[in-house]
């Protein structure tokens, strides 16, 4: 799947716009790729999303932007249909010269990064997107994954889950989070971290940090810089709960063992209050069917994320423009 992203037109498929494909102005252009490994609920999710925050973030530049997935994923029938009639298949990315990309994780199904069943495939596209990127994003799982293959940087299981919106202080100057808001709220969503003291010992620069939640974005320069985020900066503000949904449902047909946190800074204190009466109830009557007795659920009045998501993507692709000028031939 092939989109250009224009701020004055919208996000237009070249699919539905004869002759979009070849259409060129004077305006700049950017080539951006997303491997998109997300679980299956969250797929098309992830492409809404990172459309939204490269249109909203490209000013006057055009963008073309093409999916992949990796096909070592695992994917139901109706999520692997989409894939392939969708997305560009993998073999193509290298046809393609490619600006920047976006890799983001997948649900992990072994203890071990190293033993998924995609490992092979990531770490091909890891050593490919170093030199022939100006730079690419890590996401999440796929952050992690990139700093055990570059460096054997293993990542640790969290005594409990960091899941919800998270204040985030720069730590360093850098143009990604130039004129950023401050604090940079940020979704995080994981049950592992890596270590600062790991990064900083094998060379990475570590930009961002939470008191609570550690380390959030972190750059090492190649031929392409890599972008490390531990967070989901690209979420929307229903992600959170929609990952706090599934994993009720999950506890109530006990599918895990124990009842998932309420999200960090996320509902409203009332909100919270009624999840803490359901959660005691459910405990004595633990079944699927409860799950349509759910309280309404109300977010908290100041999660800001998308203001830290815009500035981050609109500096990233700030970077992009200027390396590519730097590096074009003299005419």
């Known amino acids: 799947m092939t989109f250009l992203i224009d701020k004055d037109q919208g996000i237009l498929s070249p699919a539905l716009v004869p002759g979009l494909e070849h259409a060129r102005d004077s305006r700049g252009e950017l080539t951006i790729g997303l491997i998109n490994n997300m679980p299956d609920p969250a797929l098309k999710a992830t492409e809404r999303q990172f459309m939204k925050l490269l249109q909203a973030a490209a000013g006057h530049r055009r963008i073309r932007f093409h999916c ?67 730079s690419t994003i890590w996401s999440c799982l796929a952050a992690h994954a990139a700093v055990l293959h570059l460096d054997r940087i293993e990542r640790r299981r969290l005594p409990a889950k960091c899941h919800g919106i998270f204040d985030c202080e720069a730590v360093t100057s850098d143009p990604l989070t130039r004129a950023a808001p401050a604090p940079l709220k940020v979704s995080h969503s994981r049950l592992n971290e890596v270590a600062e003291g790991d990064l900083v010992e094998h060379g990475y620069q570590v930009l961002t940090h939470s008191r609570q939640a550690g380390v959030d974005i972190f750059v090492r320069q190649y031929a392409s810089r890599f972008v490390f985020f531990q967070g989901h900066p690209e979420y929307d503000a229903l992600s959170l709960q929609r990952e706090y949904l599934r994993d009720i449902g999950r506890y109530l047909a006990r599918e895990r063992e124990t009842w998932p946190a309420v999200p960090v800074s996320y509902f409203d204190a009332a909100t919270e209050e009624k999840l803490a009466r359901f959660e005691k109830r459910v405990k004595h009557q633990r079944h699927p069917a409860l799950a349509s007795e759910l309280p309404a659920l109300n977010l908290h009045g100041d999660i800001a994320a998308a203001s830290a998501a815009a500035a981050l993507f609109r500096n990233w692709l700030q970077y992009l423009t200027e390396d590519a000028e730097a590096t074009a031939p003299a005419r």
């Not at 010269?97 to 495939?121: C, H, M, N, S």
């Open 68 to 134: 992949f997935s990796l096909p070592s994923v695992k994917r139901s029938p109706e999520a692997k249909w989409h894939v392939e009639s969708e997305y560009s298949e993998i073999v193509d990315l290298e046809r393609h010269k490619f600006d920047g990309l976006i890799v983001t994780g997948a649900e992990p199904v072994t203890p071990r990064l190293d033993q998924e069943p995609y490992w092979r495939d990531l770490t091909e596209i890891v050593d490919w997107a170093k030199a022939n990127t100006r």
